[in-house]
């Protein structure tokens, strides 16, 4: 199976735009390139890693400029590059590997959760306790390899990266671990709150604007382009035994209208700070 990376969407992205523009059928560009069209549609479905030599002659068969063919194919040599997956990087699923990728070359994310903290946002006693949480599909964690792979992970917050946040309230009241925990916690994220360009934002039980679909865990993130390639927006959804990542336009634009909504309803950034305060006093 190809691992996808943020080199191979950014350039799957671009082929497939380019064969819509042109309408080429997969046979016709099979024909260019000296191949069978089902390698084109294998490249085009990402079962198969392109060459810079076939990334070249699609680009130039789709009419492609140079500039955007020097850019695909300089994607292209970074696809042989294989993502280091080992030791504590290797805490993480599958599924998950491809959103790590995301957030190592975003420059905005953005993140709702309805019930456990954003890991990005995870205190190291946090990460702990949700490490010996039971699995149902018995997986087992090495809870100090998983901390080591958390704090890899959120070294993302001190790149220039916006990262904005919507917390329910229900977030700040489900204890994991204990009430000392729970107590740094909150205190972390009051503290992290203040970097200028981390922002939290708190969705309370009582907000006087209800909207639907508060319940919902998802992540925005958006990826910039090298160049002129089309940047990446990918909607991230976190489900029972897997993940979903979307990157339809209609799809992306549908929760970006409910990020708003959302957003509207939750408490402005200093005053989401001040009733997290008051939440960590209960846990004293």
Known sequence: MTTK?????????????????????????????????????????????????????????????????????????????????????????????????????????????????PGLLQTEDYVRAISRMPSPFGYTFNEDETVKA???????????????????????RRVHGD?????????????????????????????GTQTSFGWLSFALIHVPSPGIAAPLNFVHLEQYDDARYIDAPDLVEGYERLWGTLQAAALGPVESRVFIGKVAEEYK
Not at 12 to 30: H, P, T, V
Not at 158 to 169: K, P
Not at 179 to 202: A, K, S, Y
Request: hydrophobic letters at 40%; proline letters at 3%; charged letters at 25%.
């Open 5 to 117: 990376t943020v080199p191979l969407l950014m350039l799957n992205n671009e082929l497939n735009r380019l064969k819509q523009k042109s309408g080429i059928k997969d046979d016709e560009a099979g024909a260019y390139l000296g191949c069978a069209g089902t390698k084109i549609n294998r490249i085009l479905n990402m079962t198969s890693k392109p060459s810079v030599g076939d990334v070249r002659m699609m680009g130039e068969v789709y009419g492609a400029g140079p500039d955007l063919i020097a850019v695909m194919t300089d994607l292209a040599r970074k696809l042989g590059k294989r993502g280091d997956w080992t030791g504590y990087k290797a805490v993480y699923r599958e599924s998950a590997r491809m959103l790590i990728d995301l957030e190592a070359h975003c420059d905005r994310i953005r993140q709702m959760r309805a019930e456990i903290l």
């Open 150 to 172: 958390r704090k890899e992970r959120q070294t993302v917050l001190d790149r220039d990266v916006m990262a904005t946040f919507i917390l329910s309230e229900s977030v700040l």
């Open 179 to 207: 009430h000392t925990v729970m107590h740094e916690q909150l205190h972390h994220l009051i503290t992290i709150g203040e970097r200028p360009n981390v922002q939290i934002q708190v969705l309370p039980f009582t907000s």
